[in-house]
Nanobody
């Protein structure tokens, strides 16, 4: 059974930083595409970042490029999202996701709340 457990969310002032973690069980993060999504109140869930299983390359939404960094620790079976220069518009619930094919995200975590005050 697959579980993705996010942590590291919280409240921070604009300009601050947070690091989110997603610990996986039941799958190996180095063999799955892993991603972060977020959903702000009243808005659809949106893509934030992903890391390729095969190449380890990372991809980012334009809104976070240059501020967020996604990484993977294979030994800990964990992916991270380092978030710097946070803005109020980054306020959302952040979700970790995993997929074995390019067609859909198969597994989701329960989410962690990030609140940025201006």
């Amino acid at each position: 059974q697959v579980h993705l457990v996010e942590s590291g969310g919280g409240a921070v002032q604009a300009g601050g930083s947070l690091r989110l973690s997603c610990v996986a069980s039941g799958l190996t993060v180095s063999t799955y595409g892993m991603a972060w999504f977020r959903q702000a109140p009243g808005k659809d869930r949106e893509f934030v970042s992903r890391i390729s299983a095969s190449t380890g390359s990372t991809y980012y939404a334009d809104s976070v490029k240059g501020r967020f960094t996604m990484s993977r620790d294979d030994a800990k079976n964990t992916v991270y999202l380092q978030m710097n220069s946070l803005k109020s518009e980054d306020t959302a619930v952040y979700y970790c996701a995993a997929r074995s094919t390019a067609f859909r995200w198969d597994y989701w975590g329960q989410g962690t709340q990030v609140t940025v005050s201006s």
